[in-house]
């Protein structure tokens, strides 16, 4: 079994690929609010307000999205359609989309 991991900060990007994991028979998809470590550290701790200005721009959205697949071709599947959604043009300075598979061991289902 793998895990896919999708760490998006585009919110266009949400729709885009959930719909495509349903598509790709990977319908058990889940989506996690997910906040920077640097945003944290600003708001918790003033004293680090000052690294706002290297923070990428644009992190006012993100989504950490993770799906169980069985085969190892399904989930390289998935991630050359995700690899395609986010061939666009990206704006300067845009924070980096992610997308990762990892291999998993004793997955149990109940």
């Known amino acids: 079994m793998f895990l896919i991991g999708v760490v998006i900060h585009r919110e266009e990007l949400l729709d885009e690929i ?3 994991l349903v598509e790709s028979e990977l319908p058990d998809a889940v989506v996690i609010e997910s906040r920077s470590g640097l945003e944290l550290l600003e708001r918790d701790l ?4 000052g690294l706002r200005s290297i923070m990428p721009g ?3 959205f993100s989504r950490l999205i993770l799906c169980v697949v ?3 071709v399904h989930g390289q599947e998935a991630l050359a359609l ?4 986010g061939s666009g043009e990206k ?3 845009e ?8 291999p998993l061991s ?3 289902h109940f």
Do not use: K, W, Y
Request: charged share 25%; proline share 6%; aromatic share 6%.
């Open 82 to 85: 995700i690899r395609q959604l």
């Open 58 to 60: 644009g992190m006012d």
């Open 18 to 20: 959930l719909s495509m």
């Open 91 to 93: 704006p300067q300075g």
């Open 70 to 72: 069985e085969e190892e």
């Open 46 to 49: 003033p004293i680090f307000a």
């Open 95 to 102: 924070a980096r989309n992610t997308a990762f598979l990892l």
């Open 106 to 108: 004793g997955v149990e």
